[in-house]
């Protein structure tokens, strides 16, 4: 059935192609909606990016289709138009009758009481606005197009029974004929167990071009000191240090190993290996809790705040390394810095920029959008394997949550691919104390 959806204006600074991905429904756009988005079309942020955008495309249409207050076809057999309350909304108890939202709203009232043979839907991201939607009325919902399944209770490591004599033959070839392919996933760990014997079991990872689990090839004695915990840890370091997997998403709560497994991985195969000629490491400049301003001094004393996290893994690293005698090239991380081979930089200026044969970590993904992560993916040249690490329940960004965020949408949509690895670290390892506040606060 043909439906109205009424959209609100962060739905289009979020995803400004929003407009052609409601299939054959019509769309109507508040007036008031154009005019907070043109608030934001100076702006150097992607927030900015995506107000011209909108701006581009409306104008598009306007131009080739006719005026957007009567109202224009859009390609699925929808339509579009920008629409105008008949009457400023008074003002409810409770409620600011200058508002923007409350005029917004009054948009989506006047359609639905209009045009009643056809139900209409306001579309927003602001969950406040969708329960005043909800005390007036109005039938509302988030904006679903760039969102992903929640992975607080996905399993990275499948666990699955079969013949003891299949753990075997895992431990004597290296590999066994991957049992109920149907239900995997490329690149996703495999647990075997023995149907008789619950101790006996064997880690692995499902190759989909071969239909097989493999065996993993993280080293006993680990990379740079760091040797994994838990059976998470080992097949994330196995999908770091394979250079046929291209894309890494590991995702888990504060201790679990992201980062500084990434970065070990990246160590061993840019500095020890040869294999890529830089490690690249980058995080979003994203506060914690309130901001302290302007920050002295020049770009490397004002970045060095935000980069001090991953300062601090290298440093770790570096240490570890030394106190067994596995310093590379007896260097410490200054020098490695000094000379290129490792870079830490923000992701402010990443766009333009073409990266061939390096190791690329970002850390904290989940503060970045869908549409910066496409950006970050795309810059990746021939030979670069790229780590995103973060955790979706720990968003400083206003405008993504769990689902929306770019590291969640990123882990789903390349989930089936065979270039791709995805992790679920849930185990803390960080400190016991560590552990206890990230489950108990």
């Given at each position: 059935?043909?439906?109205?959806?009424?959209?609100?204006?962060?739905?289009?600074?979020?995803?400004?192609?929003?407009?052609?991905?409601?299939?054959?429904?019509?769309?109507?756009?508040?007036?008031?909606?154009?005019?907070?988005?043109?608030?934001?079309?100076?702006?150097?942020?992607?927030?900015?990016?995506?107000?011209?955008?909108?701006?581009?495309?409306?104008?598009?249409?306007?131009?080739?289709?006719?005026?957007?207050?009567?109202?224009?076809?859009?390609?699925?057999?929808?339509?579009?138009?920008?629409?105008?309350?008949?009457?400023?909304?008074?003002?409810?108890?409770?409620?600011?009758?200058?508002?923007?939202?409350?005029?917004?709203?009054?948009?989506?009232?006047?359609?639905?009481?209009?045009?009643?043979?056809?139900?209409?839907?306001?579309?927003?991201?602001?969950?406040?606005?969708?329960?005043?939607?909800?005390?007036?009325?109005?039938?509302s919902e988030t904006y679903e197009s760039q969102?992903?399944?929640?992975?607080?209770?996905?399993?990275?490591?499948?666990?699955?029974?079969?013949?003891?004599?299949?753990?075997?033959?895992?431990?004597?070839?290296?590999?066994?004929?991957?049992?109920?392919?149907?239900?995997?996933?490329?690149?996703?760990?495999?647990?075997?167990?023995?149907?008789?014997?619950?101790?006996?079991?064997?880690?692995?990872?499902?190759?989909?071009?071969?239909?097989?689990?493999?065996?993993?090839?993280?080293?006993?004695?680990?990379?740079?000191?760091?040797?994994?915990?838990?059976?998470?840890?080992?097949?994330?370091?196995?999908?770091?240090?394979?250079?046929?997997?291209?894309?890494?998403?590991?995702?888990?709560?504060?201790?679990?190993?992201?980062?500084?497994?990434?970065?070990?991985?990246?160590?061993?195969?840019?500095?020890?290996?040869?294999?890529?000629?830089?490690?690249?490491?980058?995080?979003?400049?994203?506060?914690?809790?309130?901001?302290?301003?302007?920050?002295?001094?020049?770009?490397?004393?004002?970045?060095?705040?935000?980069?001090?996290?991953?300062?601090?893994?290298?440093?770790?690293?570096?240490?570890?390394?030394?106190?067994?005698?596995?310093?590379?090239?007896g260097r410490g991380f200054v020098q490695l810095?000094?000379?290129?081979?490792?870079?830490?930089?923000?992701?402010?200026?990443?766009?333009?920029?073409?990266?061939?044969?390096?190791?690329?970590?970002?850390?904290?993904?989940?503060?970045?959008?869908?549409?910066?992560?496409?950006?970050?993916?795309?810059?990746?040249?021939?030979?670069?394997?790229?780590?995103?690490?973060?955790?979706?329940?720990?968003?400083?960004?206003?405008?993504?949550?769990?689902?929306?965020?770019?590291?969640?949408?990123?882990?789903?949509?390349?989930?089936?691919?065979?270039?791709?690895?995805?992790?679920?670290?849930?185990?803390?390892?960080?400190?016991?104390?560590?552990?206890?506040?990230?489950?108990?606060?």
């Amino acid at each position: 059935m043909r439906k109205n959806y009424v959209l609100d204006a962060n739905v289009l600074l979020h995803d400004p192609h929003a407009i052609f991905k409601f299939e054959d429904n019509d769309l109507i756009i508040p007036i008031y909606a154009i005019e907070e988005i043109d608030q934001f079309k100076r702006e150097g942020s992607e927030r900015g990016r995506n107000a011209r955008t909108i701006a581009r495309l409306l104008d598009g249409l306007r131009s080739a289709a006719g005026a957007l207050s009567v109202g224009v076809p859009l390609e699925r057999g929808g339509s579009l138009r920008i629409a105008i309350p008949e009457r400023r909304p008074n003002a409810l108890v409770g409620l600011d009758s200058k508002s923007q939202d409350l005029a917004i709203l009054q948009v989506a009232i006047d359609v639905r009481d209009k045009d009643k043979g056809k139900p209409t839907i306001f579309v927003t991201m602001d969950t406040n606005l969708r329960i005043r939607a909800d005390a007036l009325g109005v039938t509302s919902e988030t904006y679903e197009s760039q969102s992903a399944p929640d992975t607080e209770n996905e399993l990275s490591v499948l666990e699955v029974e079969v013949p003891g004599t299949d753990v075997d033959l895992f431990f004597q070839n290296g590999f066994v004929a991957a049992p109920h392919p149907s239900a995997l996933y490329p690149n996703v760990g495999v647990l075997l167990r023995d149907e008789a014997s619950a101790t006996h079991t064997a880690l692995g990872r499902y190759d989909a071009s071969k239909g097989q689990v493999v065996a993993l090839r993280t080293p006993r004695d680990g990379v740079m000191g760091v040797r994994p915990r838990n059976k998470e840890q080992a097949y994330a370091l196995d999908l770091l240090l394979d250079d046929t997997i291209r894309l890494v998403t590991l995702i888990g709560k504060a201790g679990t190993g992201k980062t500084l497994l990434a970065l070990a991985a990246g160590l061993k195969r840019t500095v020890e290996d040869g294999v890529y000629s830089r490690m690249l490491v980058s995080r979003p400049v994203m506060p914690l809790g309130r901001d302290l301003g302007f920050l002295p001094g020049d770009v490397d004393e004002k970045l060095n705040p935000w980069m001090q996290p991953i300062f601090d893994n290298l440093e770790f690293l570096f240490t570890s390394g030394a106190s067994r005698g596995k310093n590379v090239d007896g260097r410490g991380f200054v020098q490695l810095l000094e000379s290129g081979i490792v870079q830490v930089e923000p992701l402010t200026y990443i766009r333009g920029r073409s990266l061939p044969h390096q190791y690329l970590i970002v850390d904290e993904a989940q503060n970045l959008t869908p549409h910066e992560v496409k950006t970050i993916i795309t810059r990746a040249g021939e030979g670069t394997k790229i780590i995103l690490t973060g955790d979706p329940h720990q968003i400083d960004n206003p405008y993504v949550d769990h689902a929306s965020n770019g590291l969640s949408v990123v882990a789903d949509r390349f989930k089936q691919e065979q270039i791709a690895g995805h992790v679920v670290l849930a185990k803390g390892e960080r400190s016991e104390l560590a552990e206890l506040a990230a489950n108990l606060l």
